[in-house]
């Protein structure tokens, strides 16, 4: 088995075993509060049916209306149904629907933790409708963040030591491949790791310094 695919179900289980310590850094947040702030800060329609893709314990899910989300890591998937999200155990990289059928699309803080990011953007695509949107979180790997959770990763941490992170620029020329084009973006957390002490308004930039970055890509019409 190839180490990346090694790496993707060592992730899933890892997520699994520390399903509640996961659960909790939600709790009183302030970077959370951030990130969902910039999320919902987003201009494009984002139409039912909604998902996410890497739903966890469905923090997000819920404060953004997302009914249904799948995971690999079957713990996560029980808190994020006990918060009324409807949950399916399953990869990314093969996503249990039919093309066309929904409306919008979330992956947060999930390509870093896949064996094939390129396969997933695919996957979206497919099983978008044509008018939909896929919403990307992401914490670029040249910001302070990305920089301070690759130490993080390489000391052997129980999630990231499994991540990959990306550059903007590497993203979007993923989301050209998957024949989908950005839309609209904003960018936030410039505040540095363990010194998030207010709130942040997004900026419509993309910017690599910033701490979380938002793209929404809608589908090349053909």
């Given at each position: 088995m190839a180490a990346k695919e090694t790496d993707k179900y060592r992730a899933a289980r890892s997520f699994h075993d520390h399903a509640e310590e996961y659960d909790s850094w939600f709790?009183?947040?302030?970077?959370?509060?951030?990130?969902v702030t910039a999320l919902k800060s987003l201009h494009a329609q984002m139409d039912d049916?909604?998902?996410?893709?890497?739903?966890?314990?469905?923090?997000?899910?819920?404060?953004?209306?997302?009914?249904?989300?799948?995971?690999?890591a079957w713990a996560p998937l029980t808190l994020a149904s006990e918060r009324g999200i409807k949950c399916c155990q399953a990869f990314g990289e093969q996503l249990p629907l039919k093309d066309r059928r929904i409306g919008a699309i979330y992956v947060l803080f999930t390509l870093c933790f896949v064996a094939d990011?390129?396969?997933?953007?695919?996957?979206?695509?497919?099983?978008?409708?044509?008018?939909?949107?896929?919403?990307?979180?992401?914490?670029?790997?040249g910001s302070a963040w990305g920089r301070s959770l690759t130490v993080k990763k390489k000391a052997g941490h129980s999630f990231y030591k499994y991540a990959r992170f990306y550059t903007i620029a590497?993203?979007?020329?993923?989301?050209?491949?998957?024949?989908?084009?950005?839309?609209?973006?904003?960018?936030?957390?410039?505040?540095?790791?363990g010194c998030v002490e207010q709130n942040e308004a997004p900026r419509d930039v993309l910017d690599e310094q910033a701490g979380f970055v938002v793209i929404v890509a809608a589908k090349n019409q053909t």
């Open positions: 709790e009183d947040s302030l970077v959370y509060e951030i990130e049916p909604k998902m996410e893709i890497g739903v966890g314990p469905g923090h997000f899910a819920r404060n953004l209306g997302v009914g249904f989300g799948i995971d690999p990011p390129q396969k997933i953007l695919r996957e979206c695509s497919r099983v978008l409708k044509e008018d939909g949107h896929l919403v990307i979180g992401m914490i670029p790997s590497t993203v979007k020329k993923l989301l050209a491949k998957a024949n989908m084009r950005v839309i609209e973006y904003n960018s936030t957390l410039y505040q540095a790791p």
